[in-house]
């Protein structure tokens, strides 16, 4: 799967200037280094330093390939994969978290009640169902309720418009294809939700994560 560069942890700016000048996909980048095959942060630095690029743009760049894109992560085929975030369908926040939240990170929202937060973390949950060919991670997700305000018919509300939003985006033949045959109970299919009502039950289920994940995965 090709990873477009609009996905990538950067700012905005560096990727309209990369856009520019034809790099659409992180591949078309990773043609113009040579040091796939002998990676450490010196070569990434100076291979850098001679590309024509602003500065400032450089410097983003460099940063993001050492921290994510480490030795194993070049030779891996699964490497899109690894980075491809889950979005959350607001463009400025989407934008913020330039791309969306990505795998192996923690993301803290902070909201007064009523504020979204909530609404945001069902909405991501539902995310994680998207095909990868829209740019999705088409995982499962666990969504662990503290406060009851999981809502099954809003989480069902958000599902129709996901895949409302996928059949406007279909554009070739294998798009709409997928679409055509993507139901709302498929994309909720990989939803699970946990109900903690104390600090007991989050820690016990923090303390058996691996084990709930590996029941999830095995369905």
């Not at 607001?90 to 913020?96: G, K, Q």
């Not at 609404?119 to 662990?144: H, N, T, W, Y």
Request: with cysteine.
């Amino acid at each position: 799967m090709a990873l477009p560069i609009t996905s990538l942890p950067i700012p905005q700016s560096t990727v309209r200037y990369l856009s520019s000048r034809n790099v659409v996909y992180l591949s078309d980048l990773l043609k113009t280094l040579p040091w796939l095959d002998s990676y450490n942060e010196e070569s990434v630095i100076l291979q850098m330093e001679e590309l024509n690029l602003p500065e400032v743009h450089r410097r983003l760049l460099t940063d993001f390939l050492i921290n994510h894109l480490h030795q194993t992560a070049f030779q891996a085929p699964q490497i899109g994969k690894k980075l491809v975030p889950i979005i959350t369908f607001s463009s400025s926040l989407d934008s913020l978290l330039c791309g969306g939240i990505f795998p192996n990170e923690i993301v803290e929202f902070l909201g007064e009640p009523g504020s979204g937060t909530s609404q945001l973390c069902m909405q991501l949950a539902v995310d994680c169902s998207i095909p990868e060919m829209f740019g999705g991670r088409a995982c499962k997700s666990l969504l662990i309720d503290c406060n009851g305000d999981t809502c099954n018919i809003r989480l069902n509300q958000m599902a129709k418009a996901t895949l409302t939003h996928l059949n406007l985006i279909a554009r070739s033949a294998e798009e709409k294809d997928i679409t055509s045959k993507l139901t709302v109970d498929e994309l909720l299919s990989k939803v699970y939700t946990a109900r903690c009502t104390n600090y007991t039950q989050l820690i016990a289920l923090i303390n058996t994560v691996r084990t709930v994940k590996t029941a999830i995965m095995a369905q």
